[in-house]
């Protein structure tokens, strides 16, 4: 393979980074990373299409006559944290954070982007996709909708997201289940209120609510295989204003992660099934608003392959090694892969803060092999 020298171009790259990381815009309103990171790939020679899913970015490099195409996938959002890192480049949004390391994300694939215009000698098409609301509303599944695969198709698709805790600039896969599927519900439970004294003319919410959170945990021990990862979390429960007073509504804010497509629509199903009945059982009402859900990330066995092979020819067998199981963690990268094969591949942050954490910061050292493994895998798939 073509060897590439990102020395003359890394500072650029690291202040890239670092301004990215200054500018951290929630789901769907990267307006200003939007314009930032269009202006570079405009300069670099890309057709830059604009406006999928509100902010998001394709840009497409063709060379030769090919009708080969490859797709690379970046996310751009933050998350709603204030950051306490004290860094030189700190966030200048308050209230907002690049806490996942979507900056180093976005700069890795623009650091490809850099060499890839600087390369005649591969034959087809790349497609660079710079993904709003990874976060919080599904922005690869609204770019999905927005005609993504339709308007710029690609044979494969690839993503690489930093992990604390992984060697720096260590890569780790594996074929089939990568990630969990999530789903978030806010279930309602509409009771009778009244005074704390006359419980009796009474449907408490509160009785009804602690009654479905305890039934709730026997549906993964009872009703999913033990092979079968999956987890159910009820993270909130709120209800009434004092200890006298009885309310009328208890809010319950449940999560579900599995990795197999049955077992999550079993438990979206078994999860409404029994909070009606619990309710019902106590004359209250169990009311059901699902969220955004993404599903599980499953790698194409054969993607997987050819970006562990980059990663050997590039950087030595040693670099890549198999992840032993599936994190339980969710990606939206997941609505990407449902429509084309692909391999969601990890890259060492080394011994940082974890993921979402208000003191995380990416690491600029994994910049440059990064953003070669992208270059280096559009080239072995368009020779």
């Known amino acids: 393979m073509r060897d590439t020298n990102f020395s003359e171009f890394l500072p650029e790259l690291v202040d890239i980074r670092h301004k990215l990381h200054e500018m951290p815009e929630i789901g769907l309103s990267e307006v200003k990373t939007s314009e930032f990171v269009a202006g570079l790939l405009q300069s670099w020679g890309f057709e830059v299409t604009r406006g999928l899913a509100i902010t998001g970015i394709v840009a497409t490099l063709k060379r030769g006559n090919s009708n080969r195409a490859i797709g690379f996938r970046a996310d751009m959002d933050a998350l709603p944290m204030h950051e306490e890192t004290g860094l030189a480049y700190q966030s200048k949004h308050p209230g907002a954070m690049h806490a996942c390391g979507h900056d180093g994300h976005t700069s890795m694939l623009l650091g490809a982007a850099w060499a890839l215009s600087k390369d005649e000698s591969f034959n087809g098409t790349v497609h660079l996709i710079f993904q709003p609301a990874e976060?919080?509303?599904?922005?690869?599944?609204?770019?999905?909708?927005?005609?993504?695969?339709?308007?710029?198709?690609?044979e494969r698709v690839y993503a690489l997201h930093n992990w604390p805790g992984l060697p720096v600039g260590q890569f780790s896969s594996r074929a089939g289940a990568m990630a969990a599927s999530i789903d978030v519900l806010t279930l309602t439970i509409k009771g009778k209120g009244g005074h704390g004294a006359q419980p009796e003319l009474t449907v408490d919410p509160v009785v009804v609510g602690s009654s479905v959170v305890m039934a709730l945990q026997t549906l993964v021990s009872r009703n999913v295989s033990p092979h079968q990862p999956s987890v159910l979390t009820v993270g909130s429960f709120q209800a009434g204003s004092a200890s006298n007073i009885i309310p009328d509504t208890a809010v319950l804010e449940i999560s579900m992660r599995a990795m197999d497509p049955v077992v999550r629509k079993q438990l979206q199903e078994r999860v409404e099934q029994v909070a009606r009945l619990q309710a019902e059982s106590y004359n209250a009402?169990?009311?059901?608003?699902?969220?955004?859900?993404?599903?599980?990330?499953?790698?194409?066995?054969?993607?997987?392959?050819?970006?562990?092979?980059?990663?050997?020819?590039?950087f030595g067998a040693d670099a890549y090694v198999e992840l032993p199981e599936p994190l339980m963690g969710s990606e939206d990268f997941s609505f990407l892969l449902e429509k084309v094969p692909g391999a969601y591949v990890l890259i060492g942050n080394g011994d940082s803060s974890g993921l979402h954490t208000t003191r995380y910061d990416f690491n600029d050292d994994i910049l440059e092999r990064g953003a070669t493994y992208f270059y280096q895998l559009a080239r072995a798939a368009l020779v």
């Open 135 to 154: 976060e919080n509303f599904g922005g690869g599944k609204l770019m999905i909708e927005d005609g993504l695969f339709e308007r710029f198709p690609c």
């Open 285 to 314: 009402e169990a009311v059901f608003d699902w969220q955004v859900g993404y599903p599980a990330t499953i790698n194409d066995a054969e993607a997987v392959e050819d970006a562990r092979a980059v990663i050997a020819d590039t």
